[in-house]
């Protein structure tokens, strides 16, 4: 018996597959994450302004959200296998690349080739998990994986500190060679190549051409209208861009006998409700990831690396909650268990808007920070398992590109809303405090790296920070209210299996 028929006959075969698959996906947000904390030595080192460096985390979720239904879709046509395959190798040899970097452009320009590669991790992941976990086991299985998931950024940021502090902002790109090193030979041999859809072998480029730049076009506008200006022409032209190509991707898909997305698939309640719900709580989700290290750097006054540490009862919390909120899910249902996460979520950042002040004792903030964890962590696994539980087997990896789109879509929007909520709230406590209208705006404007030792803005940044973890209880409320359009799941197996 050969090493590959072990493995693929071995009673725990289905948990080696969630090994590998999620590694890749942990690798990436990784990637993410640990990059956004080495952006200060980037630009100190290329003397690039902030605005242009920011490019380098910004095209990295552009580009990713954009390519993965464009992936999902190809893993359902060519073999999820060799699409993971291929993202794995595609993001290695640009990390390479990337650690390389002779200038900002390069580096930003390697940064969004290596979001094609990642494109393909997730979809490609979600689909073999839920082919290797039948019925009640997958929400269990989801819950698992989503809780390493949504601890890898927060980890990322712990990581990333030390790595910049001891070794320079290149070797957080180094990290992941030895890590794809290891996963690649891991997928070849574990991971079972998917039947694809041999019956329509055509890929749709027209469609995939239109969603893509359509997406393209609206998160650039949403990721950067804060900065532009939304009523900046070019903002406005990115959004109306957006609805123009999406309105032709949908005429598109009407009249293409194979296209690349099915529009039936939003026909399926449990998939639309599911990825609303994905979208708010990432838009809290990925906020407060931006918001903490800049309110412990720069109103605290920390450095990166104990920044990462402050964030981690996040991560820990989301890391042992999620699987709890995937047993949940089996008993009592996606949607009451999405609706509590999202509750205890909402009670995290209310204690948080709470205690945010410049002498914030660390154990209030880092226990809010964790029962926000705890409660992102419960809603994780009933979203992803009401996404695609009724969903057919071979249209799986495009089916699972769109909780992770809505995802980053969700981030993009409450990074945009969440920044321009902190620059309005900040302006209006100087002026309270007194500064001059002029002096408010061009401050608030201006970021957080003049705050040390100004007393005035330390108070007024620290306020605006409180206002915006209260402002982001809204964005849960509206994940739970999609919450209640989650249906009860069939218990039995879904369509296609």
């Not at 979001?115 to 819950?143: D, E, I, N, Y």
């Not at 997305?261 to 708010?280: E, K, P, T, Y």
């Not at 808007?353 to 880092?366: C, F, I, K, N």
């Not at 992770?404 to 100087?430: D, E, K, N, P």
């Amino acid at each position: 018996m050969s090493l590959r028929t072990r493995i693929r006959t071995h009673p725990h075969y289905s948990w080696m597959v969630l090994v590998t698959v999620a590694s890749g996906m942990i690798m990436a947000i990784l990637n993410s994450s640990i990059v956004g904390i080495a952006l200060p030595a980037v630009s100190g080192e290329f003397g690039s302004s902030i605005t242009t460096t920011a490019w380098v985390a910004t095209i990295y979720m552009i580009i990713q959200a954009t390519f993965m239904p464009v992936s999902g879709r190809a893993g359902d046509i060519y073999g999820h296998k060799r699409v993971f395959i291929g993202g794995l190798i595609i993001f290695t040899v640009m990390s390479v690349i990337c650690a390389f970097a002779w200038n900002i452009y390069a580096l930003i320009i390697s940064r969004g080739l290596m979001a094609v590669g990642t494109s393909a991790l997730s979809p490609m992941a979600l689909a073999f998990v839920m082919q290797a976990f039948p019925g009640p086991k997958r929400a269990h299985a989801l819950g698992i994986m989503g809780g390493l998931m949504g601890s890898a950024p927060a980890l990322g940021l712990v990581a990333g500190g030390f790595l910049v502090e001891t070794l320079g902002w290149r070797s957080v790109f180094f990290v992941s060679v030895p890590l794809c090193a290891l996963i690649a030979p891991l997928a070849f041999w574990v991971l079972a190549e998917s039947r694809g859809d041999t019956s329509r072998r055509s890929f749709d480029a027209p469609g995939g051409a239109l969603l893509t730049i359509g997406l393209f076009t609206g998160l650039l506008a949403l990721s950067q209208g804060s900065g532009w200006g939304w009523g900046d022409p070019r903002t406005i032209g990115g959004l109306s861009a957006f609805a123009v190509f999406l309105g032709l991707f949908i005429l598109r898909e009407n009249a293409a006998a194979q296209p690349m997305l099915d529009l039936g698939l939003l026909r399926i309640r449990s998939l639309v409700s599911a990825n609303v719900v994905g979208f708010f709580a990432s838009g809290s989700m990925f906020g407060s990831f931006v918001l903490l290290p800049f309110f412990f750097q720069s109103v605290l006054g920390g450095s990166p690396a104990a920044a990462g540490l402050k964030i981690a009862p996040l991560a820990l919390a989301f890391l042992l909650s999620a699987p709890i909120g995937g047993r949940l899910t089996t008993s009592i249902g996606a949607r009451f268990t999405a609706m509590l996460g999202l509750a205890v979520a909402a009670a995290g950042y209310l204690v948080a808007s709470r205690v945010m002040e410049v002498d914030v004792s660390t154990a209030a903030l880092g226990l809010a920070v964790a029962v926000m964890g705890i409660g992102l962590g419960l809603a994780n696994a009933p979203v992803t398992t009401a996404a695609l539980h009724d969903v057919p087997a071979d249209k799986r990896g495009v089916a699972a590109s769109l909780p992770q789109m809505s995802r980053f879509i969700g981030g993009s929007f409450g990074m945009a809303v969440v920044g321009a909520v902190l620059s309005w709230r900040v302006t209006a406590h100087l002026l309270a405090l007194g500064a001059p209208a002029g002096q408010a705006e061009s401050a608030a404007s201006a970021g957080t790296a003049g705050l040390a030792g100004d007393n005035l803005l330390q108070s007024a940044y620290a306020s605006g920070f409180k206002d915006v973890f209260l402002f982001t209880v809204l964005l849960l409320a509206a994940g739970m209210a999609a919450a209640a359009f989650v249906p009860r799941l069939r218990p039995a197996a879904e369509p296609g299996e």
